[in-house]
């Protein structure tokens, strides 16, 4: 699913283009994608685009805010006359005639203009939420990776209770720290030379210093490159990111590791998921 750069991307991408803009219709042709009141929403303002952790949302004038999940198969499609802008997941259809068959909401707003959220697999979600309930929903939500609470200390003292986990879980974990997954969490503990498989509560301070510089700057690369193309991903412009040219160990399964250091990066998984990385670079006693 799409990770912290990649729905930066679409927020930012969308945001030039809803931005005051009222939504005049909500048609529900999937009544598990969409979740609170159309009344709330219909006759409402665009003010802002943001997002925290993974979730997009759109705040409208009243207050309240859509927020989207994308998951694993979900798209959002503006449509301007002619003009398709995009992000998420584009199936083959990308160019057919929308509404199409893994439409599950259609959002027309006072200029005519369309903002289709298509799904093909139905996991992701459109939820309306007041300020109060948004607040209450994003505790769940760890910091932000940018924000000064992301600290080595902070890091430092979650992990000492979680004796049973690997960093590389512990960093997926949207408790722990908001937007990570498993692209930017592999290239982060890369070029940390941190092994994925040693235990979260085992990372000394300095080594969390060192993590929490390199996951911003691994993240600001992705943002800078428009997100990471991993299989379908598009960014708001309907463009595919660039960041799959910068990575180092994601999806490089073979290949030599790039630090010269002779050995081949290999794939292994860890909480059932897909983990790459260099045995010799990241070894676990490093």
Not at 117 to 139: Q, T
Not at 164 to 188: C, H, P, R, W
Request: aromatic residues 8%; glycine residues 8%; positive net charge.
């Amino acid at each position: 699913m799409p990770e912290l750069p990649e729905v930066e991307t679409i927020k930012n991408g969308l945001g030039r283009r809803i931005v005051s803009k009222t939504v005049q219709n909500i048609e529900i042709l999937n009544e598990k994608s969409f979740l609170g009141s159309k009344k709330s929403v219909v006759g409402q303002q665009v003010i802002g685009v943001s997002r925290r952790a993974k979730v997009l949302q759109i705040e409208l004038k009243n207050q309240e805010s859509l927020l989207f999940h994308l998951k694993m198969t979900g798209q959002l499609i503006y449509l301007e006359h002619n003009t398709r802008l995009a992000g998420g997941h584009p199936s083959h259809d990308w160019h057919s005639a929308l509404p199409n068959k893994h439409t599950r909401i259609i959002f027309t707003f006072d200029d005519q203009s369309k903002l289709y959220f298509n799904d093909l697999r139905k996991f992701g979600w459109c939820k309306v939420l007041n300020k109060v309930d948004i607040a209450a929903d994003f505790k769940k939500y760890g910091p932000e990776p940018f924000s000064t609470s992301f600290n080595a200390n902070y890091l430092l003292a979650k992990a000492r209770s979680r004796t049973s986990i690997t960093v590389k879980q512990f960093l997926m974990d949207q408790s722990v720290v908001a937007g990570i997954g498993n692209i930017y969490n592999d290239e982060t503990l890369f070029i940390s030379r941190v092994s994925p498989k040693i235990k979260a509560n085992k990372i000394n301070l300095k080594k969390w210093q060192l993590i929490v510089t390199i996951a911003r700057k691994v993240l600001e690369s992705g943002i800078k490159h428009g997100g990471t193309t991993d299989s379908d991903y598009v960014d708001a412009e309907g463009k595919t990111g660039g960041m799959q040219d910068y990575l180092n160990v994601y999806h490089k399964t073979g290949q030599r590791c790039p630090n010269d250091c002779g050995n081949i990066i290999k794939r292994i998984k860890i909480g059932a998921r897909g983990t790459y990385f260099c045995p010799t670079c990241q070894k676990e006693d490093k």
